[in-house]
Structure formats: structure tokens, C-alpha cells
């Protein structure tokens, strides 16, 4: 059916049977053959003769709008299969927050030792899932995502996240803290994270009311933490992986100890790159070891 199709295509284009056989190639029989070949599938004649040349009928009018439509598809699928059986390099863009990237080092890194033709390339992740639609990325990281139809999400692994003190906060010496002592706290209470906000709320109306609440940027809660300007309740391995850990102190929450779900997102189609399916393969064994994270000289 797509050599008929062509065929017709050809004829629209050259205006005559006999320069679209010689365009094609084939005799003019042939075409002719091929033509009422087609005419028959419709049900109605696709050209009119005038004079030496020939006329698209309105049903040929349809017809090569749509011929034109699936000549297009079929050349892209070409194209894709083409880049998917003979891509040299496979490259994979992740978009990832700095704080997850220095946790997952160790895995990026066996992720290397496995698939070495594959290059991993980082980007900051700042609306992880605008830039996988618009295609700026190709894999994200992150803790904060909204469904989407276009988007798959895949779990990767939970972190406790901490009371996120200076050094000679009262506290420094305390190794954990309820939740509820959070009420005693005198001093300015800093969380990025908005759903912990929404939990803290509901949680005490003391803690509402006596805290601010501000959400920003994780280094500039360390560093109004290291100013003395209040605390921070922020994820356990910032501090490990802070240059500010011996002038920062991070106490364990308990009771209950907010927790915070790490994703793997990736486009719903994204066949065309072999390395998406190869790295979601690799987390998704990785997934079942990392379970939830607290640094171990921590608390």
C-alpha cells in the first residue's frame, strides 16, 4: 500500500502520469496499475484526464493530504530507528537538586562502572517537571512532583530530614528531639520543605504560630542557620555533605520523624533514547537497597 501511495503522491506532484513514471522510475503501465489499484481500495476515481496531463479529483484531494501525513510518519520512524540502532554515544541529561546529587554519587558512579558508553551529564533541577517535557533533560530527581499524564514517577528512596542547629544553639548537645518539643523552641524555625509546613500546622498551633516559616533555597537556610538566625529542619545528608558540618549540628526528629520521598520521573515516551530505559532499570535495582537514609555519624 505505501509504493501505491507513493505512486499517487508522484503523479500530484508531476502533473501527469507520464513524468511521474520517469520520476519514479517504473513504466507507465505500471503506474496506471498501481493507480487503479488504489481507485478501487476508495471506492472513486482519484484523477481526471485534461488534455496530457490529469486533474486530483476531490476524493484524490483527501487522499494525498493524508498520503502526505503518513509518507511523514513513516520518514521519522525511519529517522528514530535509525538513531536507535546506530547512536555511537548515548548521552543522558539528569536533572537532579545539588543536595540528592552528592547523596547518589555513589551511584552514579557504579551506574558508570556498568554502562561505560553511556555519558552522564547533570543539570540543575529547578522545575524537574517542565524540564522533562520541554525535553531540557532527560531523567529527573526530585522530591516535589506533580502528576502528569506525560510523566512517569518511579520511588527511589526515603531521607529523614533534621533539626539543623548552630553550634552553640542550647540544643548543640542533643542527639534527638520529639516533635512535639519543637513547642519549647525559642528560636526562628526555617523549612523548605511545604509539606512539612502543612504538618507542622496541623501538628501544633503553638509551633504555627510562634515560628516563621519560609521557603527558599536549602544553602540559604544553612546559611541563616550559621548566622544565628534561627534553625532549620532540612534532609540528614546536607549537613554530611555541607562544607559547614563542624559548625552546624543536625538533631534526629522523633515522633513521629518527618521523612522525605525521593523520585525517579521520566517521560512517558522515551523509547527514543535506549540510556532513559537502561537508567531506570539500573535505580529500580538500586531502589531496593537504599530504603531510608540517615547518615550514620549523625544523631
Not at 486530483?56 to 525511519?78: C, D, F, H, N, Q
Request: overall charge negative; aromatic content about 10%; glycine content about 4%.
Amino acid at each position: 500500500m505505501f509504493w501505491q501511495l507513493e505512486c499517487f503522491v508522484g503523479i500530484c506532484k508531476e502533473g501527469s502520469f507520464t513524468k511521474a513514471a520517469e520520476v519514479l522510475m517504473i513504466s507507465q503501465s505500471n503506474l496506471s496499475q498501481h493507480i487503479r489499484f488504489l481507485e478501487g481500495e476508495v471506492g472513486t476515481p482519484l484523477f481526471e484526464r485534461v488534455g496530457r496531463g490529469v486533474k486530483i479529483t476531490a476524493a484524490g484531494e483527501i487522499l494525498y493530504e493524508k498520503a502526505l501525513s503518513v509518507m511523514r510518519l513513516i520518514e521519522e520512524s525511519k529517522k528514530e530507528t535509525y538513531e536507535l540502532r546506530n547512536a555511537r554515544t548515548n548521552n543522558l541529561l539528569v536533572g537532579i537538586p545539588h543536595m540528592d546529587f552528592f547523596c547518589l554519587i555513589p551511584r552514579f558512579l557504579k551506574f558508570h562502572e556498568q554502562y561505560p558508553d553511556i555519558t552522564l551529564q547533570f543539570a540543575s533541577a529547578e522545575d524537574t517537571s517542565q524540564q522533562l517535557l520541554n525535553s531540557s533533560i532527560d531523567i529527573g530527581i526530585t522530591d516535589n512532583h506533580e502528576p502528569n499524564k506525560e510523566i512517569h514517577m518511579m520511588h527511589l528512596y526515603k531521607e529523614e530530614q533534621g533539626l539543623v542547629v548552630y553550634a552553640d544553639h542550647p540544643w548543640a548537645d542533643r542527639t534527638v528531639i520529639s516533635f512535639q518539643e519543637l513547642e519549647d523552641l525559642e528560636s526562628v524555625l526555617f523549612v523548605r520543605d511545604l509539606s512539612l509546613i502543612q504538618q507542622l500546622h496541623t501538628f501544633s498551633d503553638k509551633i504555627a504560630k510562634s515560628s516563621k516559616f519560609e521557603s527558599a533555597y536549602t544553602s540559604m537556610h544553612l546559611f541563616m542557620v550559621l548566622h544565628k538566625m534561627g534553625v532549620a529542619i532540612l534532609p540528614a545528608s546536607l549537613i554530611e555533605n555541607s562544607f559547614f558540618g563542624q559548625q552546624l549540628k543536625m538533631i534526629r526528629l522523633v515522633d513521629p520523624t518527618p521523612v522525605r520521598e525521593i523520585k525517579l520521573i521520566f517521560k512517558k515516551h522515551h523509547y527514543n533514547n535506549p540510556s532513559v530505559q537502561t537508567c531506570i532499570e539500573f535505580f529500580l535495582e538500586q531502589s531496593k537497597t537504599l530504603g531510608t537514609l540517615w547518615p550514620s555519624q549523625i544523631g
